[in-house]
């Protein structure tokens, strides 16, 4: 089981209190995009195994979104921070390059 800290909130509990939303960071199409793009929006995640960022709501609590880094083979989390952010912070980042040797950010996917 997960244990999630809602970054607006302050509050850890289990994922049950929280709500899963997907893959964080993405690049949204909307109207006037081509429709490879638009496809690419709507159906083409990265599902990887190890690092991943996602978006989470705290359904149970404050009911704010917010992104999670965590590794998806060991259920380890390596932080949360708000979801306003565009990318990953520095020390998020570092956190992961300290627990898992040779991963770069180089590594996710665009």
Not at 10 to 15: C, H, I, N, S
Not at 55 to 66: E, I, P, S
Not at 95 to 108: K, L
């Amino acid at each position: 089981m997960l244990i999630l800290t809602c970054p607006n909130c302050g509050v850890t509990a289990e994922e049950t209190e929280f709500h899963a939303g997907g893959e964080a960071h993405l690049k949204r199409f909307g109207p006037g995009s081509s429709e490879e793009e638009f496809e690419g929006y709507l159906f083409m995640r990265s599902n990887p195994k190890g690092v991943h960022f996602e978006r989470w709501r705290h359904a149970y609590g404050c009911g704010k979104w917010f992104h999670v880094a965590r590794d998806t083979t060991t259920l380890e989390v390596f932080g949360s921070y708000s979801a306003q952010t565009t990318e990953p912070p520095q020390d998020i980042l570092d956190t992961i390059e300290d627990r898992r040797p040779g991963w770069s950010p180089a590594e996710r996917p665009a």
